[in-house]
């Protein structure tokens, strides 16, 4: 038996959420992100997500099939324009954190979302966060707004988006796409998947 300090990347497994399994995971999936989070999600939220979008749900599981990683997000057209992911939540417990599966999760959901034809993809994260931070930005994301007081406990968050497909981030922002060579564009142009 595996202990989180000696858990090794090959006893992960990583599974796709399943509605058939909802009483299995999703008291084990509140708990940890209202341990971990900020906002107060009630059972509602969670089953808007995942009746919906539960193929965009993906957990981390240790060799006792006990969850130790989540992440939930959702994927629909933003404002009648492009395909948006959205990364509604992320958790990780702490005592497995710095295994890289956070990022593992995180881009599972994108590659899925890219796959489904997503445009782009957005999250929000407290300024604070700056764990959370550091891994969207090395996955590509960029800080495109500052959301002051945006959580219920009054703190600021940082609103990310990644740009999936080119000419997405000029089209939904408003610029010209008159850049000649893609060293000079202002955005990246789509996601790679480099760490």
Known sequence: MSTPATLEA?????????????TTYLPAIRQMI????SEPYSIYVYRYFLYQ??????????????LIGVVIS???PHR?????????????????RGKGIATRLVRMAIDTMIEKDADEIALETEVTNT????????????????LHRYYLNGNTAFRFLLYVKEGVATATMGYDDTYE???????????TGVS
């Open 10 to 22: 090959s006893e992960i497994q990583y599974i796709q959420y399943q509605s058939a399994k909802e």
């Open 34 to 37: 209202s341990k971990d989070l």
């Open 53 to 66: 979008w539960g193929e965009l749900c993906f957990m981390a599981l240790d060799a006792e099939d006990t």
């Open 74 to 76: 959702k994927l629909e």
């Open 80 to 96: 009648g324009g492009p395909m948006r992911g959205y990364i509604a939540m992320l958790a990780v417990k702490e005592e497995y």
């Open 131 to 146: 764990a959370a931070m550091k891994l969207y930005e090395r996955l590509g994301f960029l800080r495109s707004k500052r």
């Open 181 to 191: 060579d893609d060293d000079q564009q202002p955005f990246p142009v789509a996601y």
